[in-house]
């Protein structure tokens, strides 16, 4: 529980910003950041894809369609 944003300081007023820790602008531009960082564990990266791999391509021709 927060009393305070924890980004910018200014007061919470509604009780979801209060429990998170920031307003609804700050919390709006973290959040990407957090998600991104939770849809993408280690786990996930493909595995046929080393890091040789990927310097092999850019050797090979600059750049490679990472899709
Ligand atoms: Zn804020």
């Known amino acids: 529980m927060y009393s305070k944003c924890q980004k910018c300081g200014r ?3 509604d009780p979801e910003s209060i429990e998170r820790g920031y307003g609804p602008e ?3 531009s ?3 950041h957090y998600s991104i ?3 993408e ?3 996930s990266i493909p595995g046929q894809m080393t890091i040789e791999d990927f310097l092999e ?3 090979n021709g600059g750049e490679k369609d990472m899709s």
């Open 11 to 13: 007061k919470l007023t």
């Open 26 to 28: 700050c919390w709006g």
């Open 30 to 32: 973290i959040l990407p």
């Open 37 to 39: 960082e939770q849809e």
């Open 41 to 43: 564990p280690e786990e």
């Open 57 to 59: 391509g850019l050797k």
